[in-house]
T-cell receptor, first 112, second 111 residues
């Protein structure tokens, strides 16, 4: 049972444009959501997070939006840069300190 | 500040053997998490240790086990290795509540 889903395995965007990565979840008990960026053969790097009591969180070029009624999460990267090319994972958690449940990842390619 | 470290970086084992992977969390972190990322798949939660105790475990067989030491470092042990255990094994520790910080991983190949 895949509780966190990233339905797009890949996304290609032109440098300078907006990248939008999407994530859907099924468990309404999730109370915290995170986005990670991962390069091949490296561990995931934490990017940005959002609590379920909020609907938006911004950090520089990265903004995460949460739509609880739709059980949908998205990450916006503006403007996109070639260095953003990586696999992006969304993750969700129930309760403090617990495990993270990850989506399958979306590979972002930003073309110069 | 040093990040999460893992050792070894890579290793190759044969089916039926046993392996031990090691993880040192960020200084001050007391919780360590282990995840498995098999080829082409997302990260799957394996184990969570906090203050030396196993707090939660994922849907993996008992031959996956581990422990956490008084200095909060951790080991992951896998017995009776199978081909499908070939994966990147990631360790993470927490700094701020839910936000887990990952090490570079150990790439295990089982032949």
């Amino acid at each position: 049972d895949q509780q966190v889903k990233q339905n797009s395995p890949s996304l290609s965007v032109q440098e300078g444009r907006i990248s939008i990565l999407n994530c859907d979840y099924t468990n309404s008990m999730f109370d915290y959501f995170l986005w990670y960026k991962k390069y091949p053969a490296e561990g995931p790097t934490f990017l940005i997070s959002i609590s379920s009591i909020k609907d938006k969180n911004e950090d520089g070029r990265f903004t995460v939006f949460l739509n609880k009624s739709a059980k949908h999460l998205s990450l916006h990267i503006v403007p996109s840069q070639p260095g953003d090319s990586a696999v992006y994972f969304c993750a969700a958690s129930v309760g403090q300190g617990g495990k993270l449940i990850f989506g399958q990842g979306t590979e972002l390619s930003v073309k110069p | 500040e040093a990040g999460v470290t893992q050792s070894p970086t890579h290793l190759i084992k044969t089916r039926g053997q046993q392996v031990t992977l090691r993880c040192s969390p960020i200084s001050g972190h007391t919780s360590v998490y282990w995840y498995q990322q098999a080829l082409g798949l997302g990260l799957q939660f394996l184990l969570w240790y906090d203050e030396g105790e196993e707090r939660n475990r994922g849907n993996f067989p008992p031959r996956f086990s581990g422990r956490q030491f008084p200095n909060y470092s951790s080991e992951l042990n896998v017995n009776a290795l199978e081909l499908e255990d070939s994966a990147l094994y990631l360790c993470a520790s927490t700094l701020v509540l839910y936000e887990q910080y990952f090490g570079p991983g150990t790439r295990l190949t089982v032949t």
